[in-house]
Protein backbone atom coordinates (compact mmCIF):
# COMPACT_ATOMS: atom_id res chain seq x y z
CA UNK A 1 0.00 0.00 0.00
CA UNK A 2 1.02 3.30 -0.89
CA UNK A 3 1.39 6.25 1.15
CA UNK A 4 -0.92 9.37 0.48
CA UNK A 5 0.10 11.82 -2.16
CA UNK A 6 0.77 15.63 -1.14
CA UNK A 7 1.10 17.91 -4.28
CA UNK A 8 2.01 21.52 -3.41
CA UNK A 9 2.01 23.78 -6.97
CA UNK A 10 5.01 26.12 -6.50
CA UNK A 11 8.62 26.59 -8.02
CA UNK A 12 9.80 28.25 -4.99
CA UNK A 13 9.07 25.45 -2.78
CA UNK A 14 10.36 22.39 -5.32
CA UNK A 15 13.38 24.70 -5.25
CA UNK A 16 13.83 25.06 -1.91
CA UNK A 17 12.81 20.85 -0.86
CA UNK A 18 15.19 20.24 -3.90
CA UNK A 19 18.43 22.48 -2.42
CA UNK A 20 17.97 21.27 1.16
CA UNK A 21 17.66 17.72 0.04
CA UNK A 22 20.75 17.94 -1.89
CA UNK A 23 22.43 19.62 1.40
CA UNK A 24 21.39 17.28 3.58
CA UNK A 25 21.33 14.04 2.28
CA UNK A 26 17.67 13.41 3.01
CA UNK A 27 15.06 12.39 0.79
CA UNK A 28 12.65 15.44 -0.31
CA UNK A 29 9.44 13.55 1.87
CA UNK A 30 11.64 12.77 5.00
CA UNK A 31 12.78 17.11 4.72
CA UNK A 32 9.15 18.25 3.92
CA UNK A 33 8.18 16.03 7.33
CA UNK A 34 10.87 17.39 9.65
CA UNK A 35 10.54 21.00 8.49
CA UNK A 36 6.56 20.36 8.90
CA UNK A 37 7.49 19.11 12.57
CA UNK A 38 10.31 22.00 13.70
CA UNK A 39 7.35 24.80 12.29
CA UNK A 40 4.44 22.97 14.18
CA UNK A 41 6.67 22.78 17.31
CA UNK A 42 7.79 26.16 17.21
CA UNK A 43 4.07 27.60 16.49
CA UNK A 44 3.12 25.65 19.45
CA UNK A 45 5.73 27.27 21.44
CA UNK A 46 5.10 30.51 20.57
CA UNK A 47 1.48 30.86 19.21
CA UNK A 48 1.07 33.27 16.27
CA UNK A 49 -0.01 36.27 17.00
CA UNK A 50 -2.78 38.86 15.32
CA UNK A 51 -2.88 42.82 15.34
CA UNK A 52 -5.66 42.33 17.34
CA UNK A 53 -3.29 40.95 19.76
CA UNK A 54 -0.43 43.69 19.40
CA UNK A 55 -3.28 46.42 20.08
CA UNK A 56 -4.70 44.61 22.95
CA UNK A 57 -0.76 44.74 24.36
CA UNK A 58 -0.47 48.62 23.30
CA UNK A 59 -3.68 49.04 25.13
CA UNK A 60 -2.63 47.39 28.25
CA UNK A 61 0.96 49.11 28.44
CA UNK A 62 -1.39 52.65 27.94
CA UNK A 63 -3.14 52.03 30.68
CA UNK A 64 -0.71 50.98 33.21
CA UNK A 65 0.51 54.92 33.02
CA UNK A 66 -3.42 55.91 33.93
CA UNK A 67 -4.15 56.37 37.72
CA UNK A 68 -6.69 53.61 39.30
CA UNK A 69 -10.12 54.82 39.41
CA UNK A 70 -9.58 57.34 35.85
CA UNK A 71 -12.60 56.44 33.53
CA UNK A 72 -13.15 58.05 30.01
CA UNK A 73 -16.55 59.67 30.88
CA UNK A 74 -15.51 62.71 31.12
CA UNK A 75 -17.99 64.15 32.81
CA UNK A 76 -16.09 67.26 34.22
CA UNK A 77 -16.11 68.97 30.59
CA UNK A 78 -20.01 68.49 30.43
CA UNK A 79 -23.02 70.19 32.13
CA UNK A 80 -25.86 68.61 33.88
CA UNK A 81 -27.55 69.47 30.36
CA UNK A 82 -24.85 67.48 28.62
CA UNK A 83 -23.54 70.47 27.01
CA UNK A 84 -19.83 71.60 27.14
CA UNK A 85 -18.98 73.44 29.86
Known sequence: MSEPQLSVRSARAKELAHALARRTGM??????EQALDHYDRELRQN????????????????????????TSAHDDFYDENGLPR
Open 27 to 32: PVNKLV
Open 47 to 70: PARTPADALWDLMAEGRRTVPVGT
